[in-house]
Structure formats: structure tokens, C-alpha cells
């Protein structure tokens, strides 16, 4: 989404990694998993930061008791970015890992605020108002 001051915004929906590459180069596993396990408990990308004890070990995450780890990678994230019209970013806008505004999969400058679409808690949430003042921080 481009912004007023000529600058861009980005919304990402998720985190990739390793593992994710791997579910998707090797087709034949990733037929398997869907064909077998819930698709809330697929290797990928979550769009939400709630945990369920049925999750697979995943990402690094290390679960002992049913209860992760507070270093463990996270598998669901919440990340909205501004670059600059260069490309370069220049600001970052995070949900925690614990947060809940995750799976974040649209954004758009609205007047002089900045709204991004959560489709992990399937709302739309407006940005902190100096998000969008169109300064360099």
C-alpha cells in the first residue's frame, strides 16, 4: 500500500522458515500431513498466537507438559512495515509473540491513520496515529 508521504507500507502474515520451506519442496510429505492431521495442527505458518497442546513440535519450539517454552520461536506472528520510496524500511510495527494480533494480511493508510487487517483474531486494527506522521524515525 502506498502512503501519503511516498512511502510504503507492508503487512506479513506470518514467518518463514526452514521448515516451512521443506513442507513445501517436498510435496509428497506435504500431501501426507493434509491428508492426515487437522489443518489447524499443519507444519506452517499460524495465523494465531493461541497455543493448542495438540501442536506438533514445530520451528524449534520446545513444549515440555504441554506448555511452550517462553524462548522457543514463535510460529505465529503479527508484523506490519513502512519503507521509504527507495524500499528501505523505516519503521516496523510488532504484535508479541504472546500478543494477539497475528496473521496480519492487509493494510491501508486511511486519512491520517494506518488500519491493518488481522485475520488470525479477524479484525481490522488501527495503527498507533504516529505510524503514519510520515517521519523517518
Not at 510429505?29 to 489443518?39: Q, S
Not at 520446545?62 to 513502512?82: C, D, F, N, T
Not at 492487509?106 to 488470525?120: E, I, P
Request: hydrophobic letters at 35%; glycine letters at 10%; aromatic letters at 8%.
Amino acid at each position: 500500500m502506498r502512503g501519503a508521504a511516498n512511502d510504503y507500507w507492508m503487512a506479513f502474515f506470518g514467518l518463514r522458515t526452514q521448515l516451512t520451506e521443506f513442507v513445501l519442496r517436498e510435496r509428497e510429505f506435504c500431501e501426507a500431513m493434509m491428508k492426515t492431521v487437522e489443518p489447524d495442527l499443519w507444519i506452517g505458518p499460524a495465523l494465531d498466537g493461541r497455543f493448542n497442546y495438540r501442536e506438533p513440535t514445530q520451528i524449534g519450539r520446545i513444549k515440555k507438559l504441554g506448555i511452550q517454552k517462553p524462548w522457543a520461536p514463535a510460529r505465529s506472528y503479527g508484523l506490519v512495515a513502512r519503507l521509504n520510496s527507495d524500499g528501505e524500511p523505516v519503521e516496523s510495527l510488532h504484535s508479541r509473540v504472546d500478543g494477539r494480533i497475528h496473521g496480519i494480511t492487509g493494510v491501508r493508510v486511511a486519512g491520517s491513520g494506518v488500519l491493518a487487517v488481522s485475520k488470525g483474531r479477524n479484525c481490522v486494527v488501527e495503527l498507533p496515529s504516529r505510524a503514519s506522521d510520515g517521519e523517518q524515525r
